[in-house]
């Protein structure tokens, strides 16, 4: 398989409950890879290893698998990930989009573009990865596929263009129309799928198959001038290859977006949607090449896709396993990599030996000799390396684009049954923290306890889980509690100076500064030097800036951290002997603490994006529950039998609100929430909170 033409990177993303994980066992199934089914809800997935993801009938991690397709006389090779749909997982997403090609961007045919749905468009959108949609569970009652055509292109801004409609809906659905041959095909339920045929065009058809062949035809030819005169000629003289050629265009350039639709749970649609990823989604040679820095020079460089070129990798996901231990899923962006040898981690400045190359396929590992560009893999035997690290040739070093995190949301306490186990629990928190870039913990200095972070209930709830069951670390749980941050709102001016005379050498810095917030966008510290004439030594200002950066992780009202800072360094002075660097840091942190306190420091509340779907009668209990607790509704959107609820709402005021809203609609209410973004807290709010804090 060294022809890169016929190898596609892609991966299949969607909201929670589209059917991501049963389209991706479909896809097992037809490509010969699984010989049954698996099923979702059954607990069966192959994607879904996890005991906790079987048990839930959810995605956790995103799983990796290699399959075979042929298409128009090749044998294509397709990487798959699966990816979670749950916003809690998010990052799963977001490292896999950053090293994939290609997208399948799923619909339910029901729920539409949902919140979830929006997230991962726009993660997508981020990393410039082209996609294709594909509008699944054509069967469900209240399908409605060109409902969902509307909603992509109204809520995501994207330009979808059918290559594909359905024939019937609901439990009619049985085939489709292919735009491009203009042929309908049924599939045979009673081969699981595995049979299909084409047949004549149902006659109520016809006339919406034109149109939107038509379209079709109108929109791939705008670009190519031929095409377009051939269209005026004779729609009927383009062919099929001209058209697949230019949606192809199209669709590589991010101007439009093909749509598919089928039931994967009834095994419809499927082999299509494998045509269309050969067809349509990018090979590692359609992707411009891969810029990064190199170290040494601090020069930007580029790696082209090429087996011959130096070797660069970017590792986007550290896993533990049971039986090989800990591996390293890596895409490679050029050069080759051989089980045994060297690798250069550019991050780190160390070597690390790869012992063994794996092809994963879920939790099972397929040994490697050699992995050359545009692959994914896992590498085991490693010593130090971490998500977003850059493996690359000593001789050739490059860093390549790294990924941000969001910070996590939610925090509780944990504390081991036994002092003994205590041990055993930081060593399983370093190694979960190690995997999932989105969870922290640290240990609170005033209390004692072991406090674990992550990015919503469920997300630590599963940490905990698996804390039980990979580790064997029984612990109790404290209360959920809001991860609040800090921020000052006015620009103040400073003066600090700094004396320490203890015999001997002393300590002695003096720093005239302003701070303030920093300007908009701008996230971390914000530091200018304006200092002139030497009055204070160059050499000690990076102790200037590292004492600030050290100060913004504890806020002067109750510890929190601040996201942004601006200070402005205008004036100081110096001794001879006493002044070091030491003691410019250390003028620094006080100096923010008596700074910040004059700076109307005010505390900031994570706000959450809601979701709720619920049955016409229950809107007006869930709405005046939502303003109960501080919500901003945004609108209220009619959809097939139910109401969409939009509405902001602060993340403290949303613990147990599922238990809440089951009990309010008779259990026929369902919610999504993600988070949004930081907002300030109201006076009343941040006396009670920080009364509540010192309480604590």
């Known amino acids: 398989m060294s022809d890169l033409h016929y190898t596609r990177n892609i991966g299949i993303m969607a909201h929670i409950d ?26 069966s997935a192959t994607m879904d290893w996890m005991v906790q993801e079987q048990e839930r009938g959810i995605t956790i991690t995103s799983a990796a698998t290699t399959v075979y397709w042929d298409w128009q006389g090749g044998r294509y ?32 045919a029901v729920g539409g573009v949902e919140p979830q749905s929006e997230t991962v468009w726009r993660q997508a959108d981020k990393y410039g990865v082209p996609r294709i949609a594909f509008v699944n569970k054509m069967d469900r009652s209240g399908a409605d596929f060109f409902s969902v055509l509307a909603q992509i292109k109204e809520r995501l801004g ?149 087996a011959k070129a130096p070797f660069s990798a970017l590792a986007f996901k550290i896993a533990t396993d049971p039986y090989v231990g800990r591996l390293c899923f890596f895409r490679v962006y050029s050069g080759s990599l051989e089980a ?34 545009g692959d994914i893999g896992a590498a085991i035997g490693f010593k130090d390396i971490k998500t977003g690290h850059t493996l690359c040739d000593e001789q050739h070093p490059i860093v390549l684009e790294t990924m941000k995190f969001p910070d996590p949301v939610i925090s509780i306490a944990v504390e081991p049954h036994t002092q003994a186990e205590m041990d055993k629990l930081t060593n399983a928190l370093s190694k979960l923290a190690e995997e999932d870039p989105t969870f922290k913990f640290k240990t609170d200095e005033v209390s004692g306890q072991t406090i674990i972070s992550g990015m919503g209930e469920l997300h630590l709830d599963i940490i905990v889980d698996r804390l039980r069951r990979e580790f064997g670390v029984e612990v109790t749980i404290g209360r959920p509690e809001v991860a609040y941050k800090e921020s000052i709102t006015t620009t103040v001016q400073h003066h600090e100076i700094y004396k320490k005379q203890t015999g001997g050498k002393g300590k002695f810095a003096d720093i005239l500064f302003e701070i303030g917030p920093a300007d908009d966008g701008f996230v971390g510290l914000q530091f200018i030097n304006e200092v002139r004439g030497g009055n204070i030594p160059k050499e000690f200002i990076p102790a200037i800036e590292k004492g600030f950066k050290i100060s913004m992780q504890n806020g002067v009202l109750a510890g929190y951290p601040l996201d942004s800072l601006k200070v402005k360094v205008l004036d100081g002075s110096f001794h001879p002997v006493d002044s070091d660097q030491l003691s410019f840091e250390v003028c620094a942190q006080i100096g923010f603490k008596a700074a910040c306190r004059k700076a109307n420091p005010v505390l900031l509340e994570p706000i959450m994006k ?25 609108n209220i959107t009619a959809k097939v039998g139910v109401q969409a609820i939009h509405a902001k ?48």
């Open 18 to 43: 589209a059917g991501k994980t049963t389209t991706t066992e479909r896809i097992l199934y037809y490509t010969g890879k699984n010989y049954k089914l698996g099923e979702t809800h059954e607990g």
């Open 77 to 108: 090779k397709y990487n798959i990930i699966d990816t979670p749909g749950h916003v809690d997982f998010t990052v799963e997403v977001e490292r896999s989009l950053r090293v994939l090609d290609g997208a399948i961007a799923i619909f339910c």
């Open 158 to 306: 994207a330009n979808p263009i059918p290559i594909e409609i359905p024939i019937g809906q609901e439990d009619l659905f049985k085939g489709v129309v292919n735009l491009i041959t203009n042929k309908a095909l049924i599939w045979d339920e009673s081969s699981n799928g595995t049979k299909f045929y084409e047949v004549p065009m149902p006659e109520d058809l016809k006339g919406i198959a034109a149109e939107y062949r038509q379209k079709l035809i109108e929109g791939v030819a705008e670009e190519n001038e031929v095409l377009m005169e051939k269209f005026f000629e004779d729609p009927d003289s383009i062919t099929e290859e001209e058209i697949i050629a230019e949606i192809r265009k199209a669709t590589l350039e991010m101007r439009i977006t093909p749509v598919m639709c089928g039931s994967a749970f009834k095994n419809k649609g499927i082999q299509t949607l494998l045509d269309a990823v050969a067809a349509f989604l990018p090979s590692p040679l359609d992707m411009k090449a891969v810029e990064g820095v190199n170290p040494k020079t601090e020069k930007e460089e580029t790696r082209s896709i090429d």
């Open 340 to 373: 045994g040898s060297y690798v250069f981690n550019a991050n780190t400045g160390k070597k690390e030996r790869i012992s063994r190359i794996m092809q994963m396929h879920s939790n099972k590992q397929n040994p490697l000799e050699i992995i050359e560009a």
């Open 610 to 634: 809601l979701e709720v779907l619920t049955p016409d009668a229950y809107v007006g209990d869930v709405t005046s529950d939502l303003n109960r607790r501080r919500g901003v509704l945004e």
């Open 649 to 696: 709402v602060p993340l403290e005021q949303m613990f147990g609100y599922v238990t809440a809203l089951r009990t309010i609609t008779s259990g026929r209410a369902n919610s999504t929430m993600e988070f949004s973004h930081y907002a300030e807290i109201s006076r009343e709010q941040q006396e009670s909170i920080l009364k509540n804090k010192s309480i604590n």
